[in-house]
């Protein structure tokens, strides 16, 4: 039986002159732990202009 997935795109907004890349970081972290507990999976990870795109999927 093959698995069927849903996709998710998550647009994380980053800045290179952020003087609290750890605080930054630490929320990224937060919201990816929140993901994974609804069962999402981090798939990859794209640049966006000044922000990040996060791609992930999950089993449905």
Do not use: F
Request: charged letters at 30%.
């Amino acid at each position: 039986m093959s698995k069927r997935w849903q996709y998710r795109v998550e647009t994380v907004k980053v800045s290179m002159w952020n003087s609290k890349i750890e605080k930054h970081d630490a929320q990224i972290q937060d919201r990816l732990t929140r993901l994974g507990i609804e069962g999402w999976e981090l798939v990859s990870v794209t640049p966006y202009g000044t922000s990040q795109r996060l791609y992930l999927k999950r089993a449905s």
